[in-house]
């Protein structure tokens, strides 16, 4: 049903950490939910299905966890929309 703890650790040795080895078993493209003590739970018959090549990380949605919002261009639409609001009649 589910990859054991030992089989997660294997895949993605030399990583330790219960969120490194989620961030990178989802850099290959697969589900992967949280145990209750914090640790990654995959089900294993998606992992096979991944990792035999069937679906890749082109066709699995991309993560990156460096990836940062575009938090400049929001700050000029908020101004834009701030500039063509309408005044409020008193």
């Known amino acids: ?3 054991t703890d030992t089989e997660i650790a294997e895949i993605c040795a030399p990583l330790k950490s219960p ?3 989620k961030r990178f078993l989802m850099s290959l493209g697969i589900v992967v939910n949280e145990k209750p003590n914090g640790k990654p739970l995959v ?3 998606h992992v ?4 035999s090549g069937r679906i890749g990380p ?3 949605p991309a993560f990156d966890p460096r990836t940062q919002p ?11 929309r701030k500039l063509n609001r ?5």
């Open 70 to 80: 575009n938090v400049e261009g929001m700050l000029e639409h908020l101004s834009k």
């Open 19 to 21: 969120a490194a080895q």
């Open 48 to 51: 096979e299905w991944v990792l």
């Open 86 to 90: 309408p005044k409020k009649a008193t």
């Open 43 to 45: 089900v294993r018959s």
């Open 58 to 60: 082109s066709t699995a």
């Open 1 to 3: 049903m589910f990859l």
